[in-house]
């Protein structure tokens, strides 16, 4: 078995409303890169990673001509040895950020690839059980009125969601506690309902905010403080009751560890996309599972939801549809939890319509 | 005062003779990206970055596509500021690493600039008044016969330089110790040697190797393990009389923040074009100096011969020869120290021979 043909390709997806939150300022669109690898056989595996608009390109251009010619004519079965290869490969410009990035979309490609030479739905081949997942509805909300956010919760609810997240971090803090405080009062006390601060805050902020937050039954307040900041996630995880979860923006399965070692978190959050893809995702997972850690895997639902329905305690995952059009596959929601796809490997495929959305590498590429 | 205009250019720079060590291997040619930023009175700072051979095109990318835009038209002389901004754009994907590389080569450039306006050399602005600094030969020489090794000792002490340092890591480890006392015997006792092993053993390997040469008066062990291994660096340190020397692989200003958390070093080798430029450069000299850490930065000694004469403590400066064809101007040792430039800001001017090594962006950037 060789890997006879990797294709990278950028798109640049539109979102119907700017996304905002108080880290990334306004999103006006997304960028994917996907990978298909292709085997001597005709097989061919899909991976793809993503970033909020920034360094798109230099992702692509890592795989495309740094990678890609190092792993054609390898077996493509041999991930665990391909991926290290990847790794040192890259790791003169750092071990991690960008480079884990690259490496993501052609690890999951290389998932994708096994799970379709041998007819098994990714989760299965990692020994998961579970054919539903927790999952909620991630709103990025913070401009919206509070009209506007009571409408979007009203709306998750009508579709089905059991669960959801809204964003903090205004301007007044006392707007924050009123927004949360009116989304508790209109869902009722039952329905699970996290907030995320996206780093917004500083120590003595986040205590007080974590404390005022006791009241409202949180699932967890998610990114409190600085993203690297473990000591301080650490001191809010021992003094209250409600979780913190954080761990989105790190991009290896070591940060991944350092953050664990800390126990700067209750639930962590790894992106697969981001950390260099399943194969570290699932160390990462290894090593929460043994420190006694929940998971809500960060963003990709149409990753994680396979990768989640093979964690021994239940992960949430978040539902965003911002990348749905990208693909020909939905996924399902029966009963408040995500439907786990049975399709061999991840399943995906490319629609039709993302071919609208791509871009030209070598007119991006040129000089100026 | 307002940044008109920013051009990036990227190299690649042939060795006429291939380098190796334990971690990169072979290494045939550099990549050199420049950044050249020109203020709207037609003053022009140059900086640049560099990598092994791998990723030259994604840093380009990211300094053209993302960094550049955001940048026309703010003041160049708010580096603070511009510095934080160029971290927040890209931090999505990944604090340091490839992102590091490309803030690196415009955050220099700025510097650069501001010494023009000031008609100040870089080292003189930064407070320093350490005119010579102390210089050694790096030998990248793993591969050479023992008598080629002492032919470039002895070729090292004729030129000039009174210190050199040379690599370990031959795979069986009584060939490294043959070679260490061979040079120690040849150049004889008090001439300052260093031994660098590019993380190339495991931690009962470095603590045997880090016992035996405590015989021969070592100025340091270098990378003695895995970059990031800082308990297991901290232990050698603190067991051993030889100094341990890491960092070079460091990306940020954070990273190594950790390492001099965990005292792993006894001589840091921060490298200004990893770390993101001389800004977070600084900031690292100032946790070291806390820390009562010397200094041997990293490479780029053309860059880093201006930093280390500002550093309190007096560090020692590599010298490498790869990459002077690319500049005009040489540096001068004389009485084994090197002489710091007297021009203003950095003071370098891209040679008529640098252009033979650019690389045509649209073509490398191109589909296949």
């Given at each position: 078995m060789k890997i006879a043909s990797i294709d990278s390709a950028l798109?640049?997806?539109?979102?119907?409303?700017?996304?905002?939150?108080?880290?990334?300022g306004e999103i006006p669109s997304f960028e994917l890169i996907t990978v298909r690898i292709r085997d001597d056989q005709g097989l061919e595996g899909l991976g793809y990673t993503y970033t909020v608009g920034v360094a798109g390109l230099a992702i692509h251009v890592l795989i495309d001509r740094y990678?890609?010619?190092?792993?054609?004519?390898?077996?493509?079965?041999?991930?665990?040895h391909l991926w290290e290869r990847m790794w040192w490969r890259l790791h003169y410009s750092g071990r991690g950020g960008t480079a884990s990035f690259a490496i993501s979309a052609i690890d999951i490609a290389l998932w994708d690839l096994t799970g379709k030479?041998?007819?098994?739905?990714?989760?299965?081949?990692?020994?998961?059980?579970t054919?539903?997942?927790k999952v909620y509805a991630g709103g990025v909300?913070?401009?919206?009125?509070?009209?506007?956010?009571?409408?979007?919760?009203?709306?998750?609810?009508?579709?089905?969601y059991g669960a959801i997240k809204m964003k903090v971090g205004r301007p007044r803090l006392s707007e924050d506690i009123a927004r949360v405080?009116?989304?508790?009062?209109?869902?009722?006390?039952?329905?699970?309902l996290m907030v995320d601060a996206n780093q917004q805050w500083d120590r003595p902020t986040a205590q007080r905010m974590c404390r005022v937050f006791e009241q409202f039954n949180l699932v967890w307040i998610e990114e409190p403080l600085d993203a690297y900041d473990h000591e301080g996630h650490?001191?809010?995880?021992?003094?209250?009751?409600?979780p913190i979860a954080t761990g989105e923006m790190l991009t290896s399965a070591a940060e991944h560890g350092e953050l664990i070692r800390h126990r700067a978190a209750d639930y962590l959050m790894p992106d697969a996309p981001r950390v260099g893809g399943i194969t570290p995702f699932l160390k990462i997972a290894a090593q929460a599972e043994h420190a006694g850690l929940m998971l809500g895997p960060h963003f990709a639902m149409e990753l994680h939801?396979?990768?989640?329905?093979?964690?021994?305690?239940?992960?949430?995952?978040?539902?965003?549809d911002w990348l749905e059009p990208l693909f020909n596959e939905r996924l399902e929601i029966k009963g408040g939890r995500m439907v786990v796809p049975t399709r061999p490997g991840l399943g995906l495929t490319l629609s039709e319509q993302s071919k609208a959305w791509t871009r030209e590498i070598a007119e991006v590429g040129a000089r100026p």
């Open positions: 798109y640049q997806v539109p979102l119907a409303v700017p996304l905002s939150d108080s880290t990334h990678l890609k010619p190092d792993l054609l004519g390898q077996d493509p079965g041999r991930i665990e030479r041998q007819g098994t739905p990714l989760w299965r081949l990692l020994g998961g059980s054919p539903r997942v909300d913070l401009h919206f009125s509070l009209d506007a956010l009571k409408d979007q919760a009203r709306r998750f609810l009508a579709r089905g405080r009116a989304i508790r009062e209109l869902i009722g006390p039952d329905v699970p650490a001191a809010l995880a021992v003094q209250f009751d409600t939801v396979r990768l989640a329905a093979a964690y021994p305690t239940e992960p949430w995952v978040e539902h965003f």
